[in-house]
C-alpha cells in the first residue's frame, strides 16, 4: 500500500507561482512512474506532468511553465508552477503506479489551486 499527501495549493493571482508538494510513505519500490494530475468539476481527470523511466512529460498547456522534480531520497515529488492562469484553477493530485507485478495506481487526496484573473 503507498500513501501519498500533496500540500502547496491556494489562491494566487494570474502570474504567480506555487509549489506542490507530495510525500509517499508505506511500501514504495517498483515504482514505474510519479506525477501530477489536475481535474475540474465536469471534466475528466487530466496529466499535468509525470516522470516515467526517468523521462518527464508534460501537458501542451504548461510547457515551459511547470516543472516536475522527484527526490528519492526523501520520497516527494514536487511540482513547481509558474505564470500560472486563470485556466490552471483545479483540484491537482499526485499520482503513483508501482509494479507487483501487476500494475497498481494510487491517488493522493487532491490539493486546489486557484488563479484569480
Known amino acids: 500500500q503507498v500513501r501519498l499527501v500533496e500540500s502547496g495549493g491556494g489562491l494566487v493571482q494570474a502570474g504567480g507561482s506555487l509549489r506542490l508538494s507530495c510525500v509517499a510513505s508505506?511500501?514504495?519500490?517498483?515504482?514505474?512512474?510519479t506525477g501530477w494530475y489536475r481535474q475540474t468539476p465536469g471534466k475528466e481527470r487530466e496529466l499535468v506532468a509525470n516522470?516515467?523511466?526517468?523521462?518527464?512529460n508534460y501537458a501542451e498547456s504548461v510547457k515551459g511553465r511547470f516543472t516536475i522534480s522527484s527526490d528519492n531520497a526523501k520520497n516527494t515529488v514536487s511540482l513547481q508552477m509558474n505564470s500560472l492562469k486563470p485556466e490552471d484553477s483545479a483540484v491537482y493530485y499526485c499520482n503513483v503506479v508501482v509494479h507487483r507485478p501487476t500494475l497498481y495506481v494510487y491517488w493522493g487526496q487532491g490539493t486546489q489551486v486557484t488563479v484569480s484573473a
Open positions: 516522470v516515467i523511466s526517468g523521462i518527464t
Open positions: 508505506g511500501s514504495i519500490f517498483n515504482v514505474i512512474s
